[in-house]
């Protein structure tokens, strides 16, 4: 019985190292295709970029961007983590210090957030209303729900982290108009607060918003381009 004891406790740690080298073995398998990926790509850009990729600067993009592919739990990260480093390498849009603050978006949003992005690069002036019923169609949970407040966190979280914004009118010089304040009497004796699904307010990217775009999400870009 003793040896029995023993010898299920060894077959238990054999059993999850295994599933732990399993998985490490999935990993590297996948960051082999997109070093292969990136491969691709720089040979098709040519061997202008050469100095480019042997700079220390980007080397450093390069150390922090799979640190981020690591940590990353879905194939849609790695994906646009592999896109950043190819087109970081190849274009100079934006500087680094912007390909860092990429990075850092990557690494801290999540699947929603990137596809409230995309409907927004796709439609812009959509509200939130329109947002969400592309998501998941016309019918609307309560603004009291857990489905409202998650909606609601992630517009907050992508306003407030300069990704998106509410469209407004720019003089010549790209300086924003104030908005006349609304003198609607039926307004201003509401009851009730603005719903999480607001349809007049319309979103657009911002600048820095549409970079990450055209830098993390190719497919996307060509589609609408084409």
């Known amino acids: 019985m003793a040896t029995l004891k023993t010898d299920e406790g060894s077959m238990k740690t054999n059993y999850l190292q295994t599933k732990w080298l399993e998985e490490h073995e999935n990993k590297i398998r996948g960051l082999l295709i997109t070093l292969s990926e990136i491969d691709t790509r ?10 480019r990729v042997t700079s220390e600067d980007y080397l450093k993009l390069v150390r922090k961007s799979f640190k981020v592919w690591d940590d990353a739990d879905t194939h849609e990260k790695r994906k646009y983590v592999a896109n950043l480093l190819s087109n970081a390498a190849g274009t100079r849009l934006c500087s680094d210090d912007v390909v860092r603050l990429f990075i850092e978006w990557i ?4 699947e929603l957030h990137f596809m409230v992005i995309r409907i927004i690069f796709v439609n812009p002036g959509f509200t939130r209303y329109d947002i969400w019923a592309e998501m998941y169609g016309e019918e609307l949970p309560r603004d009291d729900s ?19 914004r509410q469209a407004r009118s720019t003089t010549g010089d790209g300086r924003f108009l104030k908005k006349r304040a609304a003198k609607n009497q039926r307004q201003k004796n509401a009851q009730t607060m603005e719903s999480a699904f607001e349809g007049t307010k319309q979103y657009v990217l911002t600048d820095l918003g549409k970079q990450f775009v055209h830098y993390t999400m190719n497919e996307l ?5 084409s």
């Open 107 to 110: 690494r801290l949003y999540n």
């Open 42 to 51: 720089f040979n098709s850009i040519g061997d202008e970029i050469e100095e």
């Open 146 to 164: 857990a489905e409202a407040d998650l909606f609601k966190y992630v517009i907050r979280e992508l306003s407030t982290g300069g990704v998106v």
């Open 221 to 225: 870009v060509e589609r609408i381009e």
